[in-house]
């Protein structure tokens, strides 16, 4: 089934019954070439990628819940390409330009907008600091504009830019930043990697990793046992747990992060806007909600929910920045598990065990590298190399202090990220 | 979440400052070796369920303690001083 314009006409008019179903539901085949564990954005791109660049079908991704009802579901569908350190910048300059065909690839409308994100500055450090980074971003081959205070009151004149404390200089605007459905983005790759011939199996819980003589040989789950030549773990705030069951431990901990909410509005923000004294960002969505968020919670935590002292931070930091919002109501709040580095970047690499492949690490960030993740990892579970735009996502950094990337400038430590 | 310190009391959770899993309690020799370091500093157990971590009472009586949790519903099970040998 392809979706086109003409194609919505005529099912419009003919009362939508010739939609079908966008990927079966099929049984584990007892062996496959390639599993990969876990089904986000991140594992349904990876199998994606695997089947139409590399032409490799005999692929399954087992998922323990439903398709895309992990944080691929649950995050604020920020997209950039604004990082300054080498690993990163070209990483996430590969992702965005993967973003910018993604619809017309999928053939699937994963609404993606295009609306700019601003990073306010409010300290002459601060300005800096993001001249720096831009001219890394324009270096990279990414847009990168510095705007003054008048030109970003123009266009986003609800700021308080002269609050007392922390008054408005300018902002780093990125014009090619933006949104995406996050839902369409999970349920485009699933589309795309089915119709080549990928199964994907739900409510198939992975509970075992085989390995024999240093090499993996299948895993146990839910639904029996599978073989496989390699498998790829690409699970999330779950990876340690899953890791665990190949004897491995990793620089990872797990951490709830929280996103809100608004009743919907008429459209106000029509671009992404970032605090720089408060931990605060926030858009709007098609739906007319101001979806907005801001930083972990800062324990480890599988809970899926957070507490109340980072609600606090979010609501008096927005109130602090666009006292408008302080009239709208928010609706709802919700948490997911991210998978915290110490450096705050992520892993795309082979472990000690033959065959068995990890990607991890993407902390509070990984919706924007869902295209770049799934290009990359595929490149490695097919080809046995790195991908050159993730060579640095090496798992042994940490232990050889070779590479750390922390974007923050705070070390690599794992309660700094 | 409200986290009671030994020598004040039931307090908010935002009076502490979270340093990160209680095995930084046992830190390596020097001449330990890579992989000691490695294990120390970087790899973690992060089990869902109960941990060991260990939180510094800031805004109280500035004991670091550690905190027995569990992480799946945040219900603090036992609060110690580090300092007194807790591990
Ligand atoms: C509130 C919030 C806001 C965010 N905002 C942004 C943002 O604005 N921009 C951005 O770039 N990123 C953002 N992120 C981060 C981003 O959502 C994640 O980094 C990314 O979605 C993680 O990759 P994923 O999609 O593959 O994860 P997931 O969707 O979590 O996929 C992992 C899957 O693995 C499955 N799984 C786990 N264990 C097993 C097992 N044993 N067997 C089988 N399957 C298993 C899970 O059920 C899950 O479906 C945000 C995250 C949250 C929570
Ligand atoms: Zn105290």
Same mark, same amino acid.
């Given at each position: 089934?392809?979706?086109?314009?003409?194609?919505?006409?005529?099912?419009?008019?003919?009362?939508?019954?010739?939609?079908?179903?966008?990927?079966?539901?099929?049984?584990?085949?007892?062996?496959?070439?390639?599993?990969?564990?876990?089904?986000?954005?991140?594992?349904?791109?990876?199998?994606?990628?695997?089947?139409?660049?590399?032409?490799?079908?005999?692929?399954?991704?087992?998922?323990?819940?439903?398709?895309?009802?992990?944080?691929?579901?649950?995050?604020?569908?920020?997209?950039?390409?604004?990082?300054?350190?080498?690993?990163?910048?070209?990483?996430?300059?590969?992702?965005?330009?993967?973003?910018?065909?993604?619809?017309?690839?999928?053939?699937?409308?994963?609404?993606?907008?295009?609306?700019?994100?601003?990073?306010?500055?409010?300290?002459?450090?601060?300005?800096?600091?993001?001249?720096?980074?831009?001219?890394?971003?324009?270096?990279?081959?990414?847009?990168?504009?510095?705007?003054?205070?008048?030109?970003?009151?123009?266009?986003?004149?609800?700021?308080?830019?002269?609050?007392?404390?922390?008054?408005?200089?300018?902002?780093?605007?990125?014009?090619?930043?933006?949104?995406?459905?996050?839902?369409?983005?999970?349920?485009?790759?699933?589309?795309?990697?089915?119709?080549?011939?990928?199964?994907?199996?739900?409510?198939?819980?992975?509970?075992?990793?085989?390995?024999?003589?240093?090499?993996?040989?299948?895993?146990?789950?839910?639904?029996?046992?599978?073989?496989?030549?390699?498998?790829?773990?690409?699970?999330?705030?779950?990876?340690?747990?899953?890791?665990?069951?190949?004897?491995?431990?990793?620089?990872?901990?797990?951490?709830?992060?929280?996103?809100?909410?608004?009743?919907?509005?008429?459209?106000?923000?029509?671009?992404?806007?970032?605090?720089?004294?408060?931990?605060?960002?926030?858009?709007?969505?098609?739906?007319?909600?101001?979806?907005?968020?801001?930083?972990?919670?800062?324990?480890?935590?599988?809970?899926?929910?957070?507490?109340?002292?980072?609600?606090?931070?979010?609501?008096?930091?927005?109130?602090?920045?666009?006292?408008?919002?302080?009239?709208?109501?928010?609706?709802?709040?919700?948490?997911?598990?991210?998978?915290?580095?110490?450096?705050?970047?992520?892993?795309?690499?082979?472990?000690?065990?033959?065959?068995?492949?990890?990607?991890?690490?993407?902390?509070?960030?990984?919706?924007?590298?869902?295209?770049?993740?799934?290009?990359?990892?595929?490149?490695?579970?097919?080809?046995?190399?790195?991908?050159?735009?993730?060579?640095?996502?090496?798992?042994?950094?940490?232990?050889?202090?070779?590479?750390?990337?922390?974007?923050?400038?705070?070390?690599?430590?794992?309660?700094?990220? | 979440?409200?986290?009671?310190? +030994?020598?004040?009391?039931? #307090? *908010?959770?935002?009076?502490?400052?979270?340093?990160?899993? %209680?095995?930084?309690?046992? &830190?390596?020799?020097?001449?330990?070796?890579?992989?000691?370091?490695?294990?120390?500093?970087?790899?973690?157990?992060? +089990?869902?369920?109960?941990? #060991? *971590?260990?939180?510094?009472?800031?805004?109280?009586?500035? %004991?670091?303690?550690?905190? &027995?949790?569990?992480?799946?519903?945040?219900?603090?099970?036992?609060?110690?001083?580090?300092?007194?040998?807790?591990?």
């Amino acid at each position: 089934m392809r979706f086109s314009g003409l194609r919505v006409l005529k099912e419009g008019l003919t009362g939508n019954r010739g939609w079908t179903a966008h990927w079966r539901d099929p049984e584990p085949k007892p062996a496959y070439d390639i599993l990969i564990i876990g089904g986000g954005g991140h594992g349904l791109a990876t199998a994606y990628y695997l089947a139409q660049v590399h032409g490799l079908r005999n692929v399954a991704v087992l998922e323990k819940g439903y398709l895309g009802g992990g944080n691929i579901g649950r995050n604020t569908t920020i997209v950039r390409a604004n990082y300054g350190l080498p690993g990163n910048s070209e990483f996430y300059s590969h992702s965005l330009s993967l973003w910018e065909g993604l619809e017309q690839e999928l053939n699937f409308n994963v609404m993606q907008s295009q609306r700019g994100v601003l990073n306010l500055f409010h300290s002459d450090g601060q300005r800096d600091a993001y001249v720096r980074r831009g001219n890394a971003m324009v270096n990279q081959g990414d847009d990168a504009i510095l705007l003054d205070r008048d030109g970003l009151r123009k266009r986003v004149p609800y700021l308080d830019f002269d609050n007392g404390r922390f008054p408005v200089q300018g902002a780093l605007y990125h014009p090619r930043g933006g949104t995406a459905r996050h839902d369409a983005v999970a349920w485009g790759f699933a589309r795309g990697a089915d119709s080549r011939g990928i199964d994907l199996i739900q409510n198939c819980e992975v509970t075992g990793i085989d390995v024999a003589n240093g090499a993996v040989t299948g895993v146990q789950t839910s639904r029996g046992a599978i073989r496989a030549k390699k498998v790829g773990i690409v699970v999330a705030g779950r990876s340690s747990q899953v890791a665990a069951m190949a004897g491995m431990r990793l620089p990872i901990e797990s951490h709830v992060l929280q996103a809100f909410v608004t009743e919907g509005l008429k459209p106000v923000i029509d671009t992404v806007v970032t605090y720089g004294m408060g931990h605060f960002y926030i858009s709007q969505s098609d739906k007319g909600g101001l979806v907005f968020g801001g930083d972990i919670d800062m324990y480890a935590s599988y809970a899926a929910r957070g507490n109340l002292p980072a609600v606090e931070h979010v609501m008096e930091a927005g109130m602090a920045l666009m006292p408008m919002i302080g009239k709208a109501r928010v609706l709802r709040s919700w948490g997911g598990i991210m998978d915290m580095s110490p450096d705050g970047s992520p892993i795309i690499d082979k472990t000690g065990i033959d065959g068995l492949y990890l990607n991890c690490g993407w902390c509070y960030g990984g919706f924007k590298a869902v295209p770049g993740s799934g290009d990359c990892f595929a490149h490695l579970l097919a080809t046995g190399r790195p991908h050159p735009a993730a060579a640095r996502f090496r798992l042994d950094r940490f232990r050889t202090g070779v590479g750390i990337m922390d974007e923050e400038g705070t070390g690599a430590q794992h309660n700094l990220h | 979440m409200r986290i009671t310190c +030994p020598l004040c009391g039931a #307090r *908010d959770r935002r009076e502490f400052y979270y340093r990160g899993a %209680a095995l930084a309690l046992e &830190r390596p020799a020097p001449d330990a070796g890579e992989q000691a370091w490695d294990d120390y500093l970087f790899l973690r157990e992060n +089990p869902a369920g109960e941990t #060991r *971590d260990l939180w510094y009472h800031a805004n109280g009586c500035g %004991a670091w303690l550690v905190v &027995r949790r569990d992480t799946r519903s945040h219900a603090v099970l036992e609060v110690r001083l580090a300092g007194e040998g807790a591990q």
